[in-house]
């Protein structure tokens, strides 16, 4: 079985300034990984995913991941928020021989002015 | 193009009575799942279906919950005798599943149903 840990439950950042989520997860066998952002009152919205080749993979929003295998991390950056970046973000796995996605307890992002 | 369709959007019951949530997945999407989002257990999985395959029903919490998936198309989660641990937001999404070429396919989600349990 995969499982995730979201290191932070919680991050203000100022407008403009970088941010960065941290994810860890942790498996027994190749692992696919997926960061979803969640705006209030809304479903999930997939920011972007690394199956295979490339580690660092950019998504929409500005937003890109770094898959680390020796650090067993998929954290999540961007150089320069905006307002409008406020919402919950979820890190989430799964394996090869699985489908089902286990997801971090996600991190909440408050962006002010 | 549409995405994952979820209604109702809200649905406040009382305790012990019947519900019925429904999922409209993306077009051509073989792959269905249901999830449920709750303030103490996060994002769970409850139930995953494949095209015609039986589907895996390893998540769901107890035998009050059911799923069915008509035609391969729309899917109904039905919760039985509802209690108040019930109350949650239950997400659908869809994928193109084993037909996607690559695998996995990402999932895409629809906006949830807010259950109320009172």
């Known amino acids: 079985a995969q499982s995730v840990t979201q290191l932070d439950s919680q991050v203000p950042v100022f407008e403009e300034a970088p941010v960065e989520l941290r994810c860890n997860y942790s498996?027994?066998?190749?692992?696919?990984l997926f960061w979803y952002v969640q705006y209030p009152n809304q479903g999930l919205q997939l920011l972007l995913k690394y199956l295979s080749g490339s580690t660092l993979v950019k998504g929409i929003n500005g937003f890109e991941a770094e898959f680390n295998k020796s650090q067993t991390s998929f954290h999540l950056r961007k150089p320069s928020v905006h307002i409008s970046d406020t919402a919950e973000y979820f890190c989430?796995?799964?394996?090869?021989?699985?489908?089902?996605?286990?997801f971090g307890a996600g991190t909440t992002v408050t962006v002010r002015a | 193009g549409a995405g994952v369709s979820q209604s109702p959007s809200n649905k406040v019951t009382e305790k012990g009575k019947d519900v019925e949530l429904r999922c409209d997945p993306i077009s051509g999407h073989t792959a269905l799942y249901w999830y449920r989002q709750s303030l103490g257990q996060g994002l769970e999985f409850l139930i995953y279906f494949q095209g015609n395959s039986a589907p895996d029903k390893s998540g769901l919490p107890s035998d009050r919950f059911s799923a069915e998936r008509t035609g391969g198309s729309v899917s109904t989660l039905t919760i039985q005798r509802t209690q108040q641990e019930d109350s949650a937001v239950y997400l659908c999404a869809s994928s193109l599943g084993l037909a996607g070429g690559s695998w996995p396919s990402p999932q895409y989600f629809g906006p949830g149903t807010r259950l109320t349990v009172l």
């Open positions: 989430a796995v799964t394996g090869s021989n699985d489908y089902k996605l286990s």
């Open positions: 498996s027994s066998v190749s692992v696919y």
